[in-house]
Nanobody
């Protein structure tokens, strides 16, 4: 029924860039806030950032000025553009909708995640 599918992950060098996509089906992103979260081994999921209905965005301090979230309502897709990547950005990245855009992670639907590895 409702599915969120993340894609675009991979292996990049420190300082490199990567763009992730989250495509929704069975749910309209234009009507809800959509969040990006990540989870590194041994750690809980943390909020990376999100985009709300008026297209305003918010970001965790750790990624602000390096990551940019945008949406394409025609494609029902939300993007996470990542630049100046650091090894500590290594994690599985997930999208969440509808999202509370908080550290609460028991709300909305989740995708399967896409692996981002930043390493030399």
């Amino acid at each position: 029924q409702v599915q969120l599918v993340e894609s675009g992950g991979g292996l990049v060098q420190p300082g490199g860039s990567l763009k992730l996509s989250c495509v929704g089906s069975g749910i309209s992103f234009r009507a809800y806030a959509v969040g990006w979260y990540r989870q590194a081994p041994g750690k809980s999921r943390e909020l990376v950032g999100g985009i709300v209905m008026d297209n305003s965005t918010e970001y965790a301090d750790s990624v602000k000025d390096r990551f940019t979230i945008s949406r394409d309502n025609a494609k029902n897709t939300v993007y996470l553009q990542m630049s100046s990547l650091k090894p500590e950005d290594t994690a599985v990245y997930y999208c969440n909708a509808p999202s509370l855009l908080t550290e609460v992670t028991n709300s909305g639907y989740w995708g399967q995640g896409t692996q981002v590895t930043v390493s030399t």
